[in-house]
T-cell receptor, first 110, second 112 residues
Framework: LAKTTQPISMDSYEGQEVNITCSHNNIATNDYITWYQQFPSQGPRFIIQGYKTKVTNEVASLFIPADRKSSTLSLPRVSLSDTAVYYCLVMYSSASKIIFGSGTRLSIRP | NAGVTQTPKFRVLKTGQSMTLLCAQDMNHEYMYWYRQDPGMGLRLIHYSVGEGTTAKGEVPDGYNVSRLKKQNFLLGLESAAPSQTSVYFC???????????FGPGTRLTVL
């Protein structure tokens, strides 16, 4: 059974690095892992995507270990504006399923 | 470019009424999706389309129908609304199935 699991909430402070982990069982070699950010009353917005090892863009990094049963979104030097809900999404090609995690509510304090 | 737009933004229905939600995208994307998001929960896929004239069921398709007659539009229909369908509905599109999805602003639907 395909399932995507994340922590419900996390707290951090401005300037810190934040790591949010997502667990995804039964993931296949070519299944992509994507992370989205959502602010209240808005649609989710793309952050980063990958399917193996490490991907980095201007706002985040995505780490995927060799067994691919989990992935970690890393936000360097967070600010108050990073307070939002973060979702991981896995597209399970073997079952043609698109499964969002339940979201991690990140709160950043001054 | 407007990206992904949704009509209407808000709607209140009585139990048993029907309605259609419209999603439009101007990015020439092949894939389109309809999700629902209940309070404090993640998004659940209702139906999706991999191209004009095609539709497929997602995780929670019961009580909904969809149509993709034109590539840029994806319609979500509720034939007989129920209170359990009170939710925020998001439409999204992507060029291919594994690409970044672009989301619309959402439609807040209340069924009394």
């Amino acid at each position: 059974l395909a399932k995507t699991t994340q922590p419900i909430s996390m707290d951090s402070y401005e300037g810190q690095e934040v790591n949010i982990t997502c667990s995804h069982n039964n993931i296949a070699t070519n299944d992509y892992i994507t992370w989205y950010q959502q602010f209240p009353s808005q649609g989710p917005r793309f952050i980063i995507q990958g399917y193996k090892t490490k991907v980095t863009n201007e706002v985040a990094s995505l780490f995927i270990p060799a067994d691919r049963k989990s992935s970690t979104l890393s936000l360097p030097r967070v600010s108050l504006s990073d307070t939002a809900v973060y979702y991981c999404l896995v597209m399970y090609s073997s079952a043609s399923k698109i499964i969002f995690g339940s979201g991690t509510r990140l709160s950043i304090r001054p | 470019n407007a990206g992904v737009t949704q009509t209407p933004k808000f709607r209140v229905l009585k139990t048993g009424q029907s309605m259609t939600l419209l999603c439009a995208q101007d990015m020439n994307h092949e894939y389109m999706y309809w999700y629902r998001q209940d309070p404090g929960m993640g998004l659940r896929l209702i139906h999706y389309s991999v191209g004009e004239g095609t539709t497929a069921k997602g995780e929670v398709p019961d009580g909904y129908n969809v149509s993709r007659l034109k590539k840029q539009n994806f319609l979500l229909g509720l034939e007989s609304a129920a209170p359990s369908q009170t939710s925020v509905y998001f439409c999204a599109s992507s060029q291919l199935g594994y690409n970044e999805q672009f989301f619309g602003p959402g439609t807040r639907l209340t069924v009394l």
